[in-house]
């Protein structure tokens, strides 16, 4: 099954798309982690797109595009996938109709107060990438990693100005997709404000999984 997730940021897409890789047995493919490897990496795309997701703006659809392009080359997304972070405008679209058949697209539902708590409370362990949370899944010592005793970040892209230049920016470039997937009979509508496991239930409910 080849899924889309929508969704503003924060409204906990890669939550759900980490516990629904495993039910549904298909790979879960994070623009987001792939610019992120590229950055820690150091690779020249990496170098690229750093100071853009820092300031909360999108890397270009064309860079986006390839990158996408070269994941499916992998054995893993033969049956299925479920993308999360792409496609983010109306021409990222178009490319991966070009590409791929997709099943459905899962949208997100969450207001805005509920967004920047969430995000604007997320830290992270640099060297192992594991997200806490200073709510609702803070580490055993506050701003210490639970595994390696490293102290937390919280990522740029994580600071409220950012949050909210990024819903700004997902509302100009992102939204538009909404009407664009269910003009084609695809969107599925979720409320993304109760646990994980009440929202997994909901998508899998409206997937027909």
């Known amino acids: 099954m080849n899924l889309v997730f929508l969704g503003p940021p924060g409204a906990g897409k890669g939550t759900i798309a980490a516990i629904a890789k495993e039910k549904l047995g298909v790979p879960h493919i994070s623009t987001g982690d792939l610019f992120r490897a590229a950055?820690?990496?150091e690779t020249e795309l990496g170098k690229q797109v750093k100071s853009?997701?820092?300031?909360?703006?999108?890397?270009?659809d064309s860079v986006t595009v390839e990158?996408?392009?070269?994941?499916?080359?992998?054995?893993?997304?033969?049956?299925?996938?479920?993308?999360?972070?792409?496609?983010?405008?109306?021409?990222?679209?178009?490319?991966?109709?070009?590409m791929k058949q997709i099943d459905h697209v899962v949208n997100f539902l969450l207001d805005r107060e509920e967004i920047v708590k969430r995000l604007s409370g997320r830290r992270m362990c640099k060297s192992?990438?594991?997200?806490?949370?200073?709510?609702y899944n803070p580490p055993k010592v506050e701003?210490?990693?639970?595994?390696?005793?490293?102290?937390?970040?919280?990522?740029?892209?994580?600071?409220?100005?950012?949050?909210?230049?990024?819903?700004?920016?997902?509302?100009?470039?992102?939204?538009?997709?909404?009407?664009?997937?269910k003009e084609k009979g695809m969107l599925r509508d979720i409320d993304?404000?109760?646990?994980?496991?009440?929202?997994?239930?909901?998508?899998?409910?409206?997937?027909?999984a």
Request: net charge negative; proline share 5%.
């Open 143 to 181: 701003g210490i990693d639970d595994e390696t005793g490293e102290p937390l970040i919280q990522r740029d892209d994580d600071k409220e100005d950012a949050i909210l230049n990024r819903l700004e920016v997902y509302d100009r470039q992102t939204a538009p997709l909404i009407s664009y997937y």
């Open 52 to 60: 853009i997701l820092a300031s909360g703006e999108l890397v270009p």
């Open 67 to 98: 990158m996408v392009r070269e994941r499916f080359l992998d054995k893993d997304t033969k049956d299925g996938f479920i993308l999360d972070g792409f496609p983010r405008t109306i021409s990222q679209a178009d490319s991966l109709a070009d």
């Open 39 to 41: 950055i820690k990496n």
């Open 128 to 135: 192992t990438g594991k997200i806490y949370h200073v709510l």
């Open 192 to 208: 993304a404000k109760g646990s994980p496991e009440a929202v997994l239930a909901q998508m899998l409910a409206a997937i027909g």
